[in-house]
């Protein structure tokens, strides 16, 4: 069976021209896919799904890289989302027939590859991290851009790869392997950001809140409404349903509603049977009782046959 693993990388720009741009060299790569895209101006962000083998996914992933470098100014780039370069984070993610080894090694060779061309330096995180400090997203972007060539400079913070200072217009570039996780964001009936912050603040893991879960809030201008964007990084061990019972009890804390949510990229078929086991009360639901599934694992099976 053909080896599948998927890359979602995140790229600092909203501007639909530059997202073309990207969009078109993921897509003309050879037995690469692209799956999703999602970019919007308050996070001035661009997430993209792209899958392939370990030779597809990694030509697909530094052909974007290469043109978001050779496109986006970070001196010039202002969003809400945390950041620290133009080809922000660059995950890699084992579906099928891989393993999370091979997703390491992919983002290895990602990272010395994109730091020798472009003379980006290169931060390895996740399960890719070079130590335990390292796998945290958020220690490795203290600062963001705008303190990224003070921060860089300090010892404890040499990157993986390439030089020891701040690209002039890309920054600098996260890589990493991870399993399966869920972008899942909730619009919140507010503009008031103070107030969407204390509830991101009251889910995010490392101020209180779940394990497994990263949370922030950012403010949707054209809507005149606050979000909560969140990043469930083991969905089975922290359940989608138990985060968003817990926004529930803080937002009506302060007597916010709840006007909508949505997946950030593709949502995961485990987390989505998890969350309807819970609200229905199914006891019996299980991924291979799903009709789409068990259809398609008869047919990989050898399980269906032509009975004319």
């Given amino acids: 069976m053909r080896e599948i693993i998927e890359c979602v990388p995140n790229f600092s720009t909203s501007n639909p021209e530059i997202v073309k741009l990207i969009l078109n060299e993921i897509k003309k790569t050879e037995n690469a896919f692209l799956l999703d895209h999602t970019f919007d101006d308050y996070y001035n962000r ?3 799904s792209v899958i392939g083998d370990k030779e597809s996914v990694l030509d697909a992933a530094l052909n974007g890289a290469f ?49 020798e061309k472009c003379g980006v330096p290169i931060y390895l995180y996740g399960e890719a991290a070079t130590s335990p400090k390292r796998s945290d997203l958020d220690w490795i972007r203290k600062g963001e851009y705008e303190q990224l060539a003070e921060m860089i400079s300090k010892p404890d913070r040499k990157p993986d790869f390439g030089p020891a200072k701040a690209h002039p217009t890309a920054g600098a570039t996260i890589i990493g392997a ?8 909730v619009n919140l009936g507010t503009a008031d950001l103070k107030v969407a912050k204390k509830i991101a603040k009251a889910l995010h893991s490392m101020k209180g809140g779940f394990s497994n879960v990263k949370a922030m809030a950012a403010f949707i201008p054209e809507k005149n409404i606050t979000q909560i964007g ?14 968003f019972e817990l926004l529930k009890v803080e937002a009506a804390r302060y007597n916010i509603p709840i006007i909508g949510s ?47």
């Fill in 178 to 185: 991870r399993k399966v996780m869920a972008g899942f964001n």
């Fill in 230 to 243: 969140m990043s469930i990084s083991d969905f089975e061990k922290t359940p989608l349903y138990r985060v």
């Fill in 46 to 48: 661009l997430v993209v």
């Fill in 262 to 308: 949505e997946f950030c990229g593709m949502a995961p078929l485990k987390a989505l049977i998890d969350i309807a086991a819970y609200y229905l009360k199914i006891d019996n639901l299980a991924e291979d009782r799903i009709l789409e599934i068990a259809v398609q694992n008869a047919i990989e099976k050898g399980g269906y046959q032509n009975q004319s």
């Fill in 67 to 115: 043109k978001a470098i050779e496109l986006i100014d970070m001196r010039k780039h202002k969003g809400q989302h945390p950041r620290i370069g133009a080809v922000d984070v660059v995950p890699f993610i084992p579906i099928k027939n891989v393993t999370v080894d091979d997703c390491i090694e992919i983002a290895r060779k990602f990272g010395k590859t994109l730091a």
